[in-house]
């Protein structure tokens, strides 16, 4: 299999869309991301219980949205198990989009990004036909086709409850004219299944997540770091485009590039980084300014080094501050 050259203009991708200034999975934030050049936005994807795509990070939602003030469903909150962990709180499926409408979002991190909070209760929760529409009206006024990089959240689960994200994601991705596999989509999963179905439908790219540790939800029997070996990454590599890894992957803790990307580089596959954060306690010590947790720290340095070891994309909260720290 050709390597694949390194990146050197890498993809900019606004992590729930502008999320350090805005609440996350919102129409606001998406836009703000768009407006700061972000190259694609990242709409995570669960399902309501009428069968809708709408973007939310998790299909839990106590801590997103003000659920929890709504008495009229206060007999929705329900303990599950998804992806083998017990969850207490209010769930996407148990949910009409109709009655979804009334809720309004808030800001996941109110202790971290306090200035966020200013917006709690504006914005709704948006279906990804939403953010579509939005990707299109933006392409629109900028003149640019800006990318749209959806993530299957739980998807062995909501099949397993009846609601497969795969026909409905493709068809509103054949809609809004993502068909090939030069149009500017990623489709993310941290599942393996998942992503081998679709590879079967359609051409779009495909990007199999990765954590520093722990298992794909449906296969529990193979970590991680076992799919990530020299033989994992060429398997991936069958079924898809690019590894979405974590960023402790790629880089030390001590700025030190750990030959990740070139390994990944090496099995045909291309590398997107998650996730740069500006604050101080998302970042390497030597890369901290100050001693307040939510203060900014050196995030330029991060990008830079993240750069240098040759990493196709990243993800990141501060689309906006990333743009200018590429800026020659």
């Avoid at 196709?312 to 590429?326: I, V």
Wanted: charged share 25%; aromatic share 8%.
């Amino acid at each position: 299999m050709p390597m694949v050259a390194m990146a050197t203009d890498p993809i900019i991708i606004a992590h729930r869309g502008a999320s350090g200034e805005r609440p996350e999975h919102t129409l606001a934030g998406y836009e703000r991301a768009i407006d700061q050049g972000a190259d694609f936005i990242e709409p995570d994807l669960v399902l309501t219980k009428d069968g809708v795509l709408v973007v939310r990070h998790e299909n839990e939602i106590g801590g997103t949205t003000d659920v929890a003030s709504h008495p009229e469903f206060a007999d929705r909150k329900a303990t599950k198990t998804i992806d083998g962990e017990q969850i207490t709180g209010w769930f996407t499926e148990d949910f009409t989009l109709a009655e979804l409408r009334t809720l309004r979002a808030r800001e996941r991190l109110p202790e971290v990004r306090t200035a966020n909070r200013r917006f709690d209760g504006l914005y709704q929760v948006p279906t990804f036909e939403e953010v579509l529409k939005l990707i299109d009206a933006k392409n629109a006024e900028t003149r640019r086709r800006i990318g749209v990089y959806p993530e299957t959240k739980h998807p062995s689960y909501f099949a397993y409850i009846g609601l497969p994200h795969e026909a409905t994601l493709l068809a509103l991705l054949d809609r809004y004219g993502y068909t090939s596999p030069d149009d500017p989509v990623f489709i993310q999963s941290f599942e393996v299944d998942n992503l081998k179905a679709l590879r079967v439908k359609t051409r779009l790219r495909l990007v199999q997540l990765v954590d520093a540790q722990g298992s794909p939800a449906d296969h529990p029997e193979t970590s991680y770091a076992d799919m990530l070996t020299s033989e994992g990454m060429k398997q991936i590599a069958g079924y898809a485009n690019a590894i979405g890894a974590n960023g402790t992957l790629i880089v030390a803790p001590d700025g030190r590039d750990t030959g990740f990307v070139a390994r990944a580089h090496n099995a045909g596959i291309q590398v997107h980084m998650w996730t740069l954060r500006a604050e101080n306690m998302f970042l390497p010590p030597a890369l901290r300014l100050g001693d307040d947790p939510a203060a900014h720290g050196n995030f330029a340095a991060a990008v830079r080094a993240l750069v240098a070891t040759g990493v196709d994309g990243f993800f990141t909260d501060f689309p906006g501050l990333a743009r200018a720290s590429l800026a020659p």
